[in-house]
């Protein structure tokens, strides 16, 4: 069965570094998302990207954020300048586009020090 | 951010018997409803979904309920079975839209 793999499954960063985190979605999906859950709190919403471009983002995703799709497969979320508060679970997902469900990755626990 | 509210933060049934998760909204715009599933360490896995245009959607021993008027879904399971334990989400997309918005999340315990 098809599945979001996303890279690495840990990463601890220090404050202030540039981390980026991988995934790739499931192959004949049109639209991605990035998701982040904070310990002990719900899953957010970042945003999402269709068509090479963001079709929508949140309030969370500031200018430290940056997402990309840099080949047919890869999707990435960059954090420039990463903040304590950015620790958190990041889930990639995927959808079809015939309906809204999406496909969620294992996810990448950031953990900032 | 309360749009979507999940007011029982956990839920413990006997194997065999029926689980019943609840969800509450608030934001009119929202026309299509999820529940996911997710396992420690694990991300969320899409069980099923319901559209706004109806009150009833079954997979199996997976049954959505909503209840557009009172802005209420509510999902069962049975027969539950000890692999159900995890945490169910629900979440809800606005017409036209992609982004999920989801709720607190119930933990469901089934005990053998």
């Known amino acids: 069965e098809p599945e979001v793999t996303q890279t690495p499954s840990h990463q601890v960063t220090q404050m202030g570094q540039e981390v980026i985190l991988r995934c790739v979605p499931i192959?004949?999906?049109?639209?991605f998302y990035w998701y982040r859950q904070i310990l002990g709190q719900k899953v957010e919403f970042l945003v999402s990207?269709?068509?090479?471009?963001?079709?929508?983002k949140s309030e969370i995703f500031d200018d430290q954020f940056s997402v990309e799709r840099p080949d047919g497969s890869n999707f990435t979320l960059k954090i420039r300048s990463t903040k304590l508060e950015d620790s958190a679970m990041y889930f990639c997902a995927s959808s079809g586009g015939r309906g809204p469900e999406a496909f969620f990755g294992q996810g990448t626990r950031l953990t900032v020090v | 951010d309360q749009q979507v509210k999940q007011n029982s933060p956990s839920l413990s049934v006997q194997e065999g018997r029926i689980s019943i998760l609840n969800c509450d909204y608030t934001?009119?715009?929202?026309?299509?409803f999820l529940w996911y599933k997710k396992y420690p360490a694990e991300g969320p896995t899409f069980l099923i979904s319901i559209s706004s245009i109806k009150d009833k959607n079954e997979d199996g021993r997976f049954t959505v309920f909503l209840n557009k008027s009172a802005k209420h879904l509510s999902l069962h399971i049975v027969p539950s079975q000890p692999g159900d334990s995890a945490v169910y989400f629900c979440a809800a997309v606005e017409t036209s839209g992609s982004r999920l918005t989801f709720g607190e999340g119930t933990q469901l315990t089934v005990n053998p």
């Open positions: 192959s004949n999906h049109l639209y």
């Open positions: 934001n009119s715009m929202f026309d299509y």
């Open positions: 990207f269709y068509n090479n471009e963001i079709s929508e």
